[in-house]
Protein backbone atom coordinates (compact mmCIF):
# COMPACT_ATOMS: atom_id res chain seq x y z
CA UNK A 1 0.00 0.00 0.00
CA UNK A 2 0.73 3.63 -0.34
CA UNK A 3 0.32 6.97 2.16
CA UNK A 4 0.41 10.34 0.52
CA UNK A 5 1.89 12.40 3.40
CA UNK A 6 3.45 16.16 3.18
CA UNK A 7 7.39 14.64 2.06
CA UNK A 8 5.65 12.82 -0.62
CA UNK A 9 4.17 9.23 -1.04
CA UNK A 10 5.53 6.54 1.28
CA UNK A 11 5.30 2.73 0.59
CA UNK A 12 4.45 1.05 3.06
CA UNK A 13 3.99 -3.07 3.12
CA UNK A 14 2.66 -4.76 5.92
CA UNK A 15 2.44 -8.29 6.84
CA UNK A 16 0.03 -9.53 9.45
CA UNK A 17 -0.89 -5.98 10.66
CA UNK A 18 3.29 -6.12 11.22
CA UNK A 19 5.05 -3.09 9.25
CA UNK A 20 8.11 -4.41 7.80
CA UNK A 21 9.37 -2.04 5.43
CA UNK A 22 8.64 1.46 4.65
CA UNK A 23 10.05 3.35 1.25
CA UNK A 24 10.57 6.86 0.53
CA UNK A 25 8.37 7.96 -2.66
CA UNK A 26 7.35 4.58 -3.50
CA UNK A 27 3.32 4.66 -4.97
CA UNK A 28 2.63 1.38 -5.56
CA UNK A 29 -0.46 -0.22 -4.72
CA UNK A 30 -3.74 1.92 -3.51
CA UNK A 31 -4.05 3.70 0.20
CA UNK A 32 -6.05 1.11 2.56
CA UNK A 33 -7.18 3.63 5.11
CA UNK A 34 -8.12 0.86 7.36
CA UNK A 35 -4.29 -0.09 8.05
CA UNK A 36 -3.44 1.33 11.10
CA UNK A 37 -0.53 1.90 9.78
CA UNK A 38 -1.85 4.81 7.05
CA UNK A 39 -4.07 6.25 10.15
CA UNK A 40 -1.50 6.55 12.34
CA UNK A 41 1.18 8.21 9.76
CA UNK A 42 -1.19 10.45 9.42
CA UNK A 43 -1.63 11.49 12.79
CA UNK A 44 1.88 11.97 12.85
CA UNK A 45 2.37 14.13 10.36
CA UNK A 46 -0.86 16.34 11.77
CA UNK A 47 1.28 16.51 14.31
CA UNK A 48 -1.23 14.70 16.49
CA UNK A 49 0.93 11.55 17.47
CA UNK A 50 4.23 11.66 19.17
CA UNK A 51 5.22 7.76 19.49
CA UNK A 52 4.09 4.79 16.65
CA UNK A 53 2.43 2.11 18.35
CA UNK A 54 1.92 -0.34 15.20
CA UNK A 55 4.49 -3.37 15.35
CA UNK A 56 7.25 -2.85 13.73
CA UNK A 57 9.34 -5.96 13.35
CA UNK A 58 13.18 -5.77 11.33
CA UNK A 59 13.86 -8.03 8.63
CA UNK A 60 17.48 -8.92 7.80
CA UNK A 61 20.26 -6.75 8.89
CA UNK A 62 23.37 -7.48 10.85
CA UNK A 63 23.31 -7.71 14.90
CA UNK A 64 25.31 -3.96 14.83
CA UNK A 65 22.61 -2.99 12.32
CA UNK A 66 19.89 -4.27 14.38
CA UNK A 67 21.12 -2.51 17.44
CA UNK A 68 21.46 0.64 16.14
CA UNK A 69 18.22 0.69 14.97
CA UNK A 70 17.32 -0.61 18.34
CA UNK A 71 18.68 2.59 19.72
CA UNK A 72 17.11 4.91 17.28
CA UNK A 73 14.13 3.79 17.90
CA UNK A 74 14.41 5.37 21.54
CA UNK A 75 15.00 9.16 20.68
CA UNK A 76 12.21 10.98 22.02
CA UNK A 77 9.86 12.68 19.52
CA UNK A 78 11.59 15.98 18.44
CA UNK A 79 14.84 15.29 19.70
CA UNK A 80 18.29 14.48 17.78
CA UNK A 81 21.41 12.32 18.93
CA UNK A 82 24.48 12.52 17.21
CA UNK A 83 25.82 9.38 15.01
CA UNK A 84 29.07 8.88 17.43
CA UNK A 85 26.21 8.99 20.62
CA UNK A 86 24.67 6.20 19.02
CA UNK A 87 27.85 4.54 18.50
CA UNK A 88 28.52 5.54 22.48
CA UNK A 89 25.37 3.91 23.81
CA UNK A 90 25.83 1.09 21.99
CA UNK A 91 29.90 0.54 23.25
CA UNK A 92 31.30 1.19 20.42
CA UNK A 93 32.87 4.81 20.51
CA UNK A 94 34.90 4.49 17.40
CA UNK A 95 31.63 3.19 15.24
CA UNK A 96 29.87 6.85 13.89
CA UNK A 97 30.28 6.07 10.20
CA UNK A 98 28.73 2.47 11.20
CA UNK A 99 26.09 3.85 12.83
CA UNK A 100 25.35 6.38 9.84
CA UNK A 101 25.40 3.01 7.30
CA UNK A 102 22.83 1.18 9.69
CA UNK A 103 20.91 3.91 9.39
CA UNK A 104 20.80 4.53 5.76
CA UNK A 105 19.49 0.94 5.74
CA UNK A 106 16.58 1.10 8.32
CA UNK A 107 14.11 -0.78 6.86
CA UNK A 108 11.42 1.51 8.76
CA UNK A 109 11.78 4.81 8.61
CA UNK A 110 10.05 7.15 10.22
CA UNK A 111 8.31 4.63 12.24
CA UNK A 112 11.94 3.92 13.41
CA UNK A 113 13.05 7.69 13.42
CA UNK A 114 16.36 7.54 11.94
CA UNK A 115 16.24 11.25 10.75
CA UNK A 116 16.43 12.48 14.53
CA UNK A 117 20.31 11.15 14.03
CA UNK A 118 22.56 14.07 12.82
CA UNK A 119 26.23 14.46 12.02
CA UNK A 120 28.60 15.99 15.29
CA UNK A 121 27.88 19.75 16.01
CA UNK A 122 23.63 19.07 14.42
CA UNK A 123 25.24 18.79 11.16
CA UNK A 124 22.61 17.83 8.72
CA UNK A 125 24.04 14.83 7.10
CA UNK A 126 22.74 11.62 5.45
CA UNK A 127 19.51 10.23 5.02
CA UNK A 128 17.89 7.53 3.09
CA UNK A 129 15.21 9.92 1.97
CA UNK A 130 16.98 13.00 1.08
CA UNK A 131 18.38 15.69 2.99
CA UNK A 132 15.44 17.69 2.14
CA UNK A 133 12.44 15.06 3.94
CA UNK A 134 15.20 14.52 6.96
CA UNK A 135 14.55 18.80 7.19
CA UNK A 136 11.09 18.36 7.20
CA UNK A 137 10.72 15.69 9.61
CA UNK A 138 12.87 17.70 11.89
CA UNK A 139 10.72 20.86 11.65
CA UNK A 140 7.92 18.96 11.88
CA UNK A 141 8.97 17.93 15.26
CA UNK A 142 10.58 21.04 16.21
CA UNK A 143 7.17 23.14 15.92
CA UNK A 144 4.72 20.49 17.52
CA UNK A 145 7.26 20.24 20.47
CA UNK A 146 7.44 23.96 20.73
CA UNK A 147 3.41 24.14 20.45
CA UNK A 148 2.91 21.46 22.59
CA UNK A 149 5.17 22.78 25.31
CA UNK A 150 4.23 26.29 25.18
CA UNK A 151 0.40 25.94 23.85
Known amino acids: MHVESPIGPLGIETEGGVVVGVRFGSSVGALA ?8 LAAYFAGELLDFTVPVEFRG ?3 FE ?3 WGEIAKIPYGEMRTYGAIAIALGEPGAARA ?3 ACHTNPVPVLVPCHRVVGAGGKMVGFGGGLDRKRRLLELEARVALQRAWG
Open 61 to 63: GSG
Open 99 to 101: VGS
Open 66 to 68: RAV
Open 33 to 40: VAEPVAAE
